[in-house]
């Protein structure tokens, strides 16, 4: 009997070890106290998407050790609520390696849905082109699983060689689809670009085009409100979040300020701006988990944001206490 219960357990052990590390995991349900909204890990550059009621929420997870000053990104976590209070980490995570082309480096990303599927824009460091990338993976969840749905860089550096000479200008992408169904990508360093998406929402569908911004230095988002589209975006460094609005996707954008002040203690400056439940969030990292929050460990943190009657946006004031009702 103990021979074979042995044997048993040495299947059950070499099945296992098939598995990804992640399958073994469990999604982690926790009410947030507060900003930062996760305290026992490190989460930057956050992008949300209100699909079904609920708020998804997918951030880059920061796994540099203390005191060590790098950026350290091997994968995306994704986090959902109902209510934006109860929170729930699930444990499938995206990793850069995931595409085949990239050698890692996990940095900003956005997910949207078309037609029941789910599509993932991500910034890796390309494997045989030098430079950062844009890639896109698919899934029929938005909790995943996700894959490569290209096998291929949507976006590499040697694209936009004419508008800037540095090695990473092809980051944080963001991706928005207009009402007349066209979507768009947005990304950038330094250079803001866009361009046209093909339905089905992994070929470029036109030439990039540069976007003048003053101040801009990253992390571009579109969203709409009341008619207008608003992009905002990082801004100097250490960064700030500005914003620019225009009643077309395609501009003119007249620059309308700074939104968010610099975060403490974090040298980057990232957001998502949602609409949800009849009330609008600014979601956003920084440095605020201590004794070692930085601008390579950074923290998830959401606060209320509020339109002017001209549609222009109130400064976003940054707390600690958060979402409380």
Not at 114 to 123: E, H, I, L, Q
Not at 294 to 308: P, Q, S, V
């Amino acid at each position: 009997m103990n021979r074979k219960l042995n044997m048993i357990l040495l299947a059950l052990l070499l099945c296992a070890s098939w598995l990804p590390a992640s399958a073994a995991e469990k999604d982690t349900t926790f009410v947030a106290s507060g900003n930062p909204i996760v305290s026992y890990k490190y989460l930057g550059d956050p992008a949300a998407l209100v699909y079904d009621g609920t708020v998804y929420i997918y951030a880059g997870h920061d796994e540099c050790p203390p005191p060590e000053q790098y950026y350290l990104m091997n994968e995306w976590c994704i986090l959902s609520t109902t209510d934006m209070k109860t929170f729930t980490e699930h444990a499938y995570t995206l990793k850069a390696k995931d595409f085949k082309w990239a050698k890692g480096e996990a940095w900003a990303s956005q997910v949207i849905e078309r037609n029941g599927k789910f599509y993932w824009y991500v910034t890796v460091e390309h494997a045989t082109i030098p430079g950062k990338s844009i890639g896109v993976a698919v899934a029929d969840s938005p909790l995943g699983p996700f894959k490569d749905a290209r096998g291929s860089a949507l976006i590499t550096n040697d694209m936009t060689t004419e508008y800037t000479s540095i090695r990473w200008d092809d980051i944080d992408p963001t991706v928005y689809i207009d009402e007349d169904g066209q979507a768009y990508l947005f990304w950038g360093n330094t250079q803001c670009y866009y361009a046209k998406l093909k339905e089905n929402m992994i070929e470029l569908d036109g030439p990039i085009k540069p976007i003048q911004l003053p101040r801009f230095t990253e992390a571009p988002w579109i969203h709409k409100h009341n008619g207008w589209y608003y992009l905002s975006f990082a801004s100097e460094f250490p960064e700030k979040i500005c914003y620019a609005m225009s009643r077309s996707i395609n501009g003119p954008w007249e620059y309308k300020g700074i939104l968010n002040e610099i975060a403490g203690n974090s040298n980057t400056n990232h957001q998502a701006i949602i609409d949800f439940k009849g009330k609008s969030y600014f979601i956003y990292h920084n440095g605020s988990i201590n004794p070692n929050g930085c601008g390579f460990r950074r923290a998830l943190c959401i606060d209320r944001l509020y339109y002017n009657e001209d549609g222009t946006i109130k400064r976003i004031q940054m707390t600690t206490e958060g979402i409380t009702k």
